[in-house]
């Protein structure tokens, strides 16, 4: 087995190093293949945050160099970027929980809480795409308002915990709205709200900031995980990985509502998530080039009088209040996927930050 492993890891590693980091703005414009990207008439993709510079290129390289083995399982694998994270993240590797892509783990997590009868917690907004299975399983949904600046009203929340509260979701930043929690309020939240119930932390965006993540706190506290994806920053939205972070104990009983625990990301993706690990520059250039659009966007959205809230992710949350012309209309007309009104009162939208030629597109098309 651990001659598999070493072999596997070297074919892996074949080619990684030689390549050249190109600039990203080299690589924002995918193959022309099945969505159309980079063709006449091609859409410009501003609604599901991915990352436009991704995947990286020693992630490309990876996946070229095991694409010749996806007729075998991955029974060994999973083992190898487990242990990658542990020593990221200078945790065990038994507090990681791999999945196909983030989601996957909400739902399990959901499914986890709703194994007692009850209700679950979360802001409004925020992401809720698996609430759907959460509410199928019978558990009620209780909302609580972000504030006005559209931070969450943490003692709002805190006071809306009920005896048959079984989770507690905060998604930090939080999409769509893109605010982050200041960090002392949040360990002071989940440290209360974790004596009476299970809190999921989903840090989806946190790579886009200076916060640090979760992990520690999870590790050591039995209602508390912290769920991270690939999707994001390292530009595998369509690899689907993703992992939890929490105390063993817990690990071990959400994997145990896995059919084959941390089996379920396939060869290729493990592939490109061990080495999109190693590319430290391409995530710091995501980051900058990912900032330089966000601060134009932003200034644009000044100029023509378009409130927005402060952002520390990939997108932008902005009101549509004073904005006299149709303009979901004036980004079909260009081509433009955005989004929907998140909020009626104030009418606010969300939108990626793109390429810098992207957004100024998106400007054009609004302005």
């Given at each position: 087995m651990h001659t598999n492993r070493r072999n596997w890891l070297k074919q892996l590693g074949?080619?990684?190093a030689a390549i050249g980091v190109a600039p990203?703005?080299?690589l924002a414009a995918p193959v022309p293949g099945?969505?159309?990207?980079?063709m006449p008439g091609g859409p410009i993709r501003l609604r599901s945050n991915e990352n436009p510079y991704g995947p990286s290129p020693m992630a490309k390289t990876a996946i070229a160099n095991v694409a010749n083995i996806t007729n075998r399982y991955n029974w060994e694998l999973p083992s190898e970027l487990i242990t990658t994270l542990a020593q990221k993240y200078r945790i065990n590797n038994d507090n990681i929980l791999l999945a196909a892509g983030s989601t996957e783990l909400l739902d399990l997590t959901a499914r986890f809480a709703a194994l007692q009868e009850g209700s679950f917690l979360m802001a409004n907004p925020t992401y809720d795409y698996w609430t759907v299975v959460a509410e199928r399983l019978g558990l009620k949904k209780i909302a609580v308002p972000v504030m006005a600046n559209k931070q969450y009203d943490l003692p709002a929340m805190l006071n809306a915990i009920r005896s048959d509260t079984r989770l507690i979701y905060l998604c930090n930043p939080n999409n769509p709205t893109?605010?982050?929690c200041?960090?002392?309020a949040l360990v002071k939240f989940i440290q209360e709200a974790t004596q009476k119930t299970l809190v999921l932390v989903d840090e989806a965006y946190i790579d886009f900031t200076d916060q640090p993540s979760l992990c520690d706190l999870a590790i050591e506290n039995k209602n508390l995980v912290v769920v991270k994806t690939f999707s994001k920053i390292y530009g595998l939205a369509g690899a689907r990985v993703g992992y939890?972070?929490?105390h063993a104990d817990t690990i071990v009983q959400l994997s145990q509502l896995q059919s084959w625990p941390n089996g379920a990301i396939s060869v290729i993706s493990?592939?490109?998530a061990l080495a999109s690990l190693k590319d430290t520059t391409f995530v710091n250039d995501t980051r900058t080039l990912i900032e330089k659009a966000k601060k134009y966007t932003t200034s644009q959205f000044e100029r023509l009088k378009i409130p927005y809230i402060p952002s520390s992710s990939n997108f932008l949350y902005f009101s549509l209040a004073n904005y006299k012309k149709d303009f979901f209309a004036q980004l079909k007309s260009n081509n433009i996927l955005g989004t929907r009104i998140y909020e009626e009162q104030g009418r606010w939208s969300r939108i990626t930050v793109g390429t810098m030629q992207e957004m100024e597109r998106f400007i054009n098309a609004i302005d």
């Open positions: 074949l080619g990684v990203l703005e080299t099945l969505f159309r990207d980079g893109g605010a982050i200041n960090r002392d939890a972070l929490a493990t592939a490109a």
